[in-house]
């Protein structure tokens, strides 16, 4: 079974900082990975999807990174801000028969300090 | 809607009772996904329809769990005879894909408490 581990699991920094986010999975046969943020009492808001094939995506202030070979991907934030407090999740989908569906990590708790 | 609509937001019933949970997906979207989160954790994966028809069911806990999706677009979520350890979020996800190759969009979910 697919474990999905992220690290840390809370985070504080002051505004303005850049900060990287961390999450490694056991088994390297992906078929993509997602970066979703969660606010508290919320649903799920898709940041950034990786393709297998792809090593990197970014959008705006965010860059993701995907490394297969070694399980690990991660998720840089620029020049931080308050509202970038939230919980951060990452989620991998397999490459096999019947993979329909992504397995979750527990997440990142990012708090921003004004 | 533009999104992805759960109802209800809440849901408090007691043990043993029988709940209903509702997704309607972004119009258009051919598969939908149901996850359950519990406190201080991810997700974890309940069913998947493509179409009406569950093609995965394999993250459904145990019988007491059951999904439907009639005409394929909105779905709905059952539980008979609720349990404590049932409480949790439950997440609904569409995608205009099949499978994991493409983003899925989630909804605020539905707090389900059981007393």
């Known amino acids: 079974k697919q474990e999905v581990t992220q690290i840390p699991a809370a985070l504080s920094v002051p505004e303005g900082e850049n900060l990287v986010l961390n999450c490694s999975f056991t088994?390297?046969?992906?078929?993509?990975l997602q970066w979703f943020r969660q606010d508290p009492g919320k649903g799920l808001t898709s940041l950034l999807l990786?393709?297998?094939?792809?090593r990197e995506q970014t959008s705006g202030r965010l860059n993701a990174s995907l490394d297969k070979s070694s399980g690990r991907s991660t998720l840089y934030i620029a020049a931080s801000q308050p509202g970038d407090s939230a919980t951060y999740l990452c989620?991998?989908?397999?490459?096999?028969?019947?993979?329909?569906?992504?397995?979750f990590g527990t997440g990142t708790r990012l708090t921003v300090i004004p | 809607g533009a999104g992805v609509s759960q109802t209800p937001s809440n849901k408090v019933t007691e043990k043993g009772k029988y709940v209903e949970l509702r997704c309607d997906p972004i119009?258009?979207?051919?598969?939908l996904y149901w996850y359950r989160q519990s406190l201080g954790q991810g997700p974890e994966f309940l069913i998947y329809?493509?179409?009406?028809?569950?093609?995965?069911d394999s993250g459904l806990p145990n019988d007491r769990f059951f999904a439907v999706r009639p005409e394929g677009s909105v779905s709905t979520l059952k539980i008979q005879r609720t349990e404590r350890g049932d409480s949790a979020v439950y997440l609904c996800?569409?995608?205009?894909?099949?499978?994991?190759?493409?983003?899925?969009?989630f909804g605020e979910g539905s707090r389900l408490t059981v007393l």
């Open positions: 990786i393709q297998s094939s792809q």
């Open positions: 329809f493509q179409g009406t028809g569950a093609a995965d």
């Open positions: 088994d390297s046969a992906i078929y993509n």
């Open positions: 989620a991998v989908g397999l490459r096999r028969t019947g993979a329909n569906n992504l397995f």
């Open positions: 119009s258009g979207h051919t598969a």
């Open positions: 996800a569409s995608s205009p894909v099949t499978g994991v190759t493409g983003e899925l969009f």
